[in-house]
């Protein structure tokens, strides 16, 4: 695979089923048009697959109870917001529901299969391109400055928050109004709508106390149709991403238990409530130490006398069925639907059947049709990447001088080497590789690295406490972890001990930065890319480090400047890359800034790639000519390096 070849990469977005009717995206990264590109389709159970709209950019079909309409949302240009739109299941012209300044979010259908609910940000006046009550509409450089009182007043990826606070709507799919009127107020983001089985009531997500303060909690709340203030439905252990309500009444949601502000590399959980007129206390189903739930595939769906949950485990993400009585259910109790050695991206439940999106390792992701037991693989949208060359996933598994197992993968190339070498890191750090295939790993071993991917401690999916090891100890059990996947790497006879780099972004930069101060003498070069290296300043800078550097790293300055690649900028005398965005507002562009000049005046070896409107986001969802430069950028590097 070589960097060009990013415009093979479509992915699958989650399916929606009823009946016979299967859709689902499809998003395609379009590099010379700088765009992603994206189509509904229809897969037959049969594993026919054919187009079903034609716009630019289609995305998020989900079918009415009834199945008469597919509503889905529809960006009329590329680079436009996509608005939502409404068409009959059995064909014909789509129509437009919204005309919203910022766009709509996902759509959830009623059950009276009429109206939708959705959420969306709505602007201040005199922003965004909203007109001022006198009509102008200021260009942003001369829009009105911001009055801050909070600490969550931005977001990576998304921007400014206060002046655009995502509400609550719902249209009449059949008989739309002019102009929709949002149900909450502009106090709080509310988000993941879901109706409660009678149609009277939506529940959302919003933060505790309705925003009151800054905090990471979250909790249920009930919104009536007919009017009224919103009212806590559900009273969370810690937070709430994902819910569903059942016929009965009882609602399922995913959520970590944390005592804020201490919400770090806790593994979230399936929990259940009975809704009715207080606010309901739930009660946990799932192991809190084994068993990590991955909202990010969907909330819990209802399969008979189970729920169906995606769930991490060792580098797979697997759909795993709860019983509805569980009381706190350790994994291996668990049973596995889909996702051994693959990972289950999104998935949708019709009766019995259940149609997943499954990535593996040569592919992005396809369309299972589950059934009986059995699985059927309906589409095969990775083939041509397949046909420019795969290479396979190996297992790696390694133990560190304490003992402690480590676990990870190797992506080897053609023939018998000897291979330069290039450990990557990944970001979070409660996150981890998997087994789906992994882009930027296919294109390095295309160019003839052998590359080394592992899931240190403070990776997510290895149980709870591997999560937690490195809280307040960043740099110590996680660096014995990675050397010792890199040194069983290198037993092998086509890889070359002697040409190793290190690269990561995020965690994975500063894990770059720490080892290439700690442990330079591993490696020839360095590529480090959207790094926090000053704990210091992150705390004041980044979106988020108000919270996170005090919960990961600790308040005391002492700590904090210990435990930051930049104290050591003198000790690194490798050649080093530093990699940013300059709209990334995770790790602001200082953290690059700072060790840049640190190694600069110190006569390193260093040069630095900045690439303009781009965030934190820009290797997975960047503009698709930035990625593709990007890559380019790293083969060119390590050509000079290894």
Not at 519 to 538: I, L, T
Request: net charge negative; with cysteine.
């Amino acid at each position: 695979m070589r960097p060009s070849d990013i415009e093979l990469l479509s992915t699958p977005s989650t399916p929606a089923l009823h009946g016979d009717l299967l859709l689902t995206g499809v998003s395609t990264p379009d590099p010379e048009g700088n765009v992603y590109r994206g189509a509904l389709w229809r897969v037959g159970l049969d594993g026919t697959v054919r187009p079903w709209t034609h716009g630019e950019r289609d995305s998020a079909p989900v079918i009415s109870p009834d199945g008469r309409w597919a509503a889905f949302l529809r960006a009329a240009e590329a680079k436009s917001s996509p608005q939502l739109y409404v068409m009959p299941s059995d064909g014909g012209d789509a129509r437009r529901l919204t005309d919203l300044p910022l766009g709509a979010g996902h759509p959830v259908w009623a059950p009276d299969s009429r109206r939708i609910a959705f959420t969306a940000r709505v602007p201040e006046p005199g922003r965004y391109g909203v007109p001022t009550a006198t009509g102008e509409k200021p260009e942003p450089g001369e829009e009105a400055p911001r009055h801050i009182k909070r600490f969550d007043y931005r977001i990576d990826n998304i921007g400014f928050l206060r002046d655009r606070p995502e509400r609550l709507f719902v249209v009449d799919a059949l008989e739309p109004a002019d102009e929709p009127t949002p149900l909450t107020d502009e106090q709080v983001d509310v988000s993941e709508p879901v109706w409660t089985p009678d149609g009277q009531t939506i529940l959302v997500v919003a933060p505790r106390d309705w925003g009151a303060a800054q905090t990471e909690e979250s909790d249920l709340y009930a919104v009536p149709l007919a009017g009224g203030e919103p009212r806590l439905a559900v009273r969370s252990a810690g937070g709430v991403e994902k819910a569903t309500v059942g016929e009965d009444g009882t609602v399922w949601f995913i959520g970590a238990e944390f005592t804020w502000p201490y919400a770090e590399a806790r593994n979230p959980g399936l929990w259940a409530a009975r809704l009715s007129g207080e606010a309901a206390t739930p009660r946990r189903l799932t192991d809190a130490e084994t068993v990590h739930c991955f909202a990010g595939a969907g909330a819990p769906a209802v399969f008979g006398d189970e729920l169906l949950v995606a769930v991490l485990n060792r580098g797979a993400v697997e759909l795993r069925a709860v019983p509805r009585d569980a009381e706190e259910a350790p994994l291996d109790k668990l049973a596995v639907l889909a996702g051994e050695r693959a990972a289950v991206r999104s998935f949708a439940v019709d009766g019995d059947r259940i149609a997943a999106v499954v990535a593996r390792p040569d592919s992005t992701g396809d369309v299972v049709l589950i059934s009986g037991g059995a699985q059927q693989v309906l589409t095969d949208w990775s083939k041509p990447l397949r046909d420019k060359g795969i290479r396979p996933l190996e297992e790696l598994t390694a133990s560190t001088p304490d003992g402690y197992p480590v676990h990870g993968w190797l992506v080897e190339p053609e023939g018998d080497g000897p291979h330069p070498v290039l450990l990557v890191v990944h970001g979070g750090p409660f996150a981890a590789y998997d087994w789906g295939l992994f882009d930027e790993a296919q294109v390095y071993a295309s160019a003839g690295y052998a590359v080394v991917l592992a899931n240190p401690r403070g990776s997510a999916g290895y149980g709870q406490s591997h999560g937690r090891a490195i809280v307040r100890a960043f740099g110590t059990v996680d660096v014995d972890d990675l050397l010792a996947l890199l040194d069983s790497a290198l037993e092998r006879p086509g890889l070359d001990a002697s040409r190793v780099g290190v690269m990561g972004g995020s965690y994975g930069g500063f894990m770059t930065s720490w080892l290439a101060s700690h442990h330079g003498e591993r490696f020839r070069a360095a590529w480090s890319e959207r790094a926090v290296n000053a704990w210091d300043s992150m705390v004041g800078s980044s979106d988020i480090g108000w919270s996170f550097v005090d919960a990961y790293i600790g308040g005391d300055l002492a700590t904090q400047l210990d435990r930051s690649p930049l104290t050591y900028a003198d000790r690194i005398g490798i050649p080093f890359m530093v990699v940013h965005s300059e709209h990334d507002w995770r790790c602001p562009v200082e953290q690059a800034q700072r060790l840049y000049v640190a190694l600069k005046r110190n006569g390193a070896d260093v040069e630095m790639l900045l690439f303009p409107g781009e965030g934190h986001e820009l290797s997975r969802s960047g503009k698709p000519r930035h990625r593709v430069q990007r890559l380019e950028a790293v083969l060119e590097w390590w050509s000079r390096h290894l």
